[in-house]
């Protein structure tokens, strides 16, 4: 009877077998070949901001800012990138490349962005979702400039074509040939947002950016097209269509930013990866004292003795006390008052000591770290001073602001600096230094973690604030004036350094730390005499030495990688004698 019952089971499974698709073993429902628009759009754009940020190399988040916040001396490091010695062998670069670039997957689950968002427009064109195609272009539009200013030639018209050329070594193509066809693609892009497509598949939430808003994407790319014409206004006459677009549809608001959203959840982890530093193993971002000393009003060039009231919304201060010899803090490369770092290019005595639960770490703002309630309330004489922080004591919930109304602004008055459009007396730089408080004041509520944080905007602080900075604006000569806008903007986009490498070898400004300039080189104490207030914490040290030994790097050396696996790539460059096109 039991064989019986085999026999039978035997012809049921043969008779079934016979039945078309059953059985069909070489097809995974949960692991389809083609990935849906939606599914594609949303892996994009996280995989352009990571590509963009900090890093994160706990899940495999290597963006750019990680070496770029070093060279514009918000950020400083151990790493090769202090004394400006990145190297085409570096990790952070050779990552960020790949989760560009790569069609693979770096092993975290990011793949290539460019690879990735081809397909997408293809798809989106053959299916006739023509709202995907144009936000698909205006990211890779984006996406491409950045790679250009970074690195000055990039793959581009080879690059990610391999389904049609089976050619996988793309040459390099000249950043000046890039730049106009990235114009085109925007124009591209717009079409295909004013288009009316016969497929009804449209974005929605799978749009981290504008949950799918057309008018908002409308606005974006109007946005990029403007600040690709003013990065080049040095070399071609962009008047006509900088005044063009101005008089168009630009990011006017704060809710109309490019900003990629991050939460607050561990597990799937969605957090800013620059949070990293609240719950790693070693602590590796050090807050620039440069960056520091001139939002305390230290530095004698430029806002000396105007006092930023974004310093705690910006740094968080792990020690609570002004006293030296207090329990748990070591001997520093540099402190002041409950502020602790180390300097840019520093060989000195303290520069390698870890000062992990005593060093100053990134504040609510730029990452989703925590608001800083105890600036200025410290304890002359505590003995227990150490409040140091970890993942539970934030959020790490901050937007990456990667193009934002206030950039916009500060786009604006540059250009009536250098008479590209009418002036109008500084009334856009107040309005863009405005909106830059007002950004703090969004973040700071997106990111909260029940801290009772006060509002920036419309504040007292804040008003004399921008009072000082006007009347300092309106006594300054064209040079001074173009400072001014710089480094406010420099300041505003603390977070994010793509932007800020490209604003200053443009412009040369804002002025970033020399420790060749005899002015700007510390010795003998805590802190810098005309970087720190040496009435706070000074006490003799053994000399802090700082040396510098090379030029600044004009465009990022190549990732190793790719010349090493691309027969087409040109040999390594000399970064500091490698501009991009529009850097004269």
């Known amino acids: 009877m039991k064989r019986i019952s085999i026999i039978l089971l035997g012809g049921l499974l043969m008779a079934a077998g016979c039945k078309k698709g059953f059985l069909d073993i070489n097809?995974?429902?949960?692991?389809?070949?083609?990935?849906?628009?939606?599914?594609?759009?949303?892996?994009?754009?996280?995989?352009?901001?990571?590509?963009?940020?900090?890093?994160n190399q706990g899940r495999g988040a290597v963006?750019?800012?990680?070496?770029?916040?070093?060279?514009?001396?918000?950020?400083?490091?151990?790493?090769?990138?202090?004394?400006?010695?990145?190297?085409?062998?570096?990790?952070?670069?050779?990552?960020?490349?790949?989760?560009?670039y790569s069609a693979q997957s770096n092993g975290f689950g990011y793949s290539g962005f460019l690879e990735n968002t081809n397909v997408m427009i293809r798809q989106a064109e053959a299916e006739d979702n023509l709202i995907f195609a144009g936000v698909g272009r205006i990211l890779k539009a984006y996406g491409l400039s950045q790679m250009v200013d970074i690195f000055a030639d990039v793959p581009y018209t080879e690059a990610n074509q391999f389904y049609l050329?089976?050619?996988?070594?793309?040459?390099?193509?000249?950043?000046?040939?890039?730049?106009?066809?990235?114009?085109?693609?925007?124009?591209?892009?717009?079409?295909?947002?004013?288009?009316?497509?016969?497929?009804?598949?449209?974005?929605?939430?799978?749009?981290?950016?504008?949950?799918g808003d057309v008018k908002k994407w409308t606005r974006l790319a109007k946005s990029i097209k403007l600040k690709l014409l003013v990065q080049q206004r040095l070399i071609k006459d962009v008047s006509a269509d900088v005044n063009t677009l101005f008089n168009g549809d630009l990011i006017s608001k704060l809710d109309e930013s490019f900003m990629m959203p991050y939460g607050p959840s561990n597990s799937p982890d969605d957090r800013n990866p620059g949070f990293n530093d609240y719950y790693a193993t070693q602590r590796s971002h050090y807050v620039s004292p440069w960056f520091y000393s001139i939002l305390k009003g230290y530095n004698p060039r430029l806002f000396t003795g105007i006092e930023d009231p974004r310093i705690p919304y910006y740094f968080y201060n792990q020690i609570k006390t002004t006293d030296t010899t207090a329990a748990g803090i070591g001997n520093t490369d540099y402190r002041d008052s409950a502020f602790v770092s180390i300097l840019f290019g520093s060989v000195g005595p303290n520069r390698d000591r870890s000062n992990d639960n005593s060093i100053t770490v990134f504040g609510i703002y730029p990452v989703g770290g925590r608001y800083d309630d105890n600036y200025k309330n410290y304890d002359k004489t505590a003995q227990t001073n150490i409040r140091g922080v970890s993942s539970s004591s934030a959020t790490g919930a901050a937007p990456l602001r990667l193009l934002t109304y206030?950039?916009?602004?500060?786009?604006?008055?540059?250009?009536?600096?250098?008479?590209?459009?009418?002036?109008?007396?500084?009334?856009?730089?107040?309005?863009?230094?405005?909106?830059?408080?007002?950004?703090?004041?969004?973040v700071a509520g997106k990111a909260n973690k029940g801290q009772n944080i006060p509002?920036?905007?419309g504040s007292a602080a804040v008003t004399n604030y921008i009072n000082q900075i006007m009347g300092a604006y309106s006594a300054a000569n064209t040079a001074k004036k173009l400072e001014i806008i710089m480094t406010q903007k420099w300041i505003q986009s603390y977070g994010f350094s793509c932007d800020q490498y490209t604003d200053?070898?443009?412009?040369?400004?804002?002025?970033?730390?020399?420790?060749?300039?005899p002015s700007q080189a510390p010795s003998g104490r805590y802190q810098p005499p005309l970087l720190g207030d040496p009435t706070l914490g000074g006490k003799d040290q053994p000399s802090v030495r700082v040396v510098l030994g090379r030029r600044y790097p004009l465009s990022l050396p190549w990732p190793a990688d790719e010349l090493n696996v691309n027969r087409n790539a040109p040999a390594q460059k000399q970064p500091d004698s490698y501009p991009v096109f529009w850097d004269k």
Not at 63 to 92: C, K, P
Not at 186 to 208: E, G, I, K, Q, Y
């Open 455 to 457: 509002k920036l905007e």
């Open 406 to 442: 206030a950039d916009i602004l500060f786009l604006k008055a540059e250009c009536m600096n250098v008479g590209l459009i009418p002036d109008d007396g500084g009334a856009t730089l107040k309005k863009a230094i405005e909106e830059s408080f007002k950004q703090v004041d969004y």
């Open 27 to 55: 097809k995974d429902p949960n692991n389809p070949s083609t990935a849906t628009l939606s599914q594609m759009l949303t892996a994009n754009e996280q995989g352009l901001a990571y590509a963009m940020g900090f890093s």
């Open 165 to 211: 050329t089976k050619n996988g070594y793309p040459k390099f193509d000249k950043g000046q040939d890039i730049y106009p066809e990235l114009l085109k693609m925007l124009d591209t892009a717009l079409n295909n947002l004013s288009a009316t497509a016969t497929n009804s598949l449209v974005p929605d939430l799978d749009d981290l950016f504008y949950g």
């Open 63 to 100: 963006g750019f800012t990680e070496v770029l916040s070093v060279y514009m001396h918000q950020v400083t490091v151990r790493e090769s990138q202090d004394q400006y010695n990145a190297q085409g062998d570096q990790f952070d670069i050779n990552n960020a490349w790949t989760q560009f």
């Open 504 to 517: 200053y070898r443009r412009t040369g400004y804002p002025i970033l730390f020399d420790p060749n300039d």
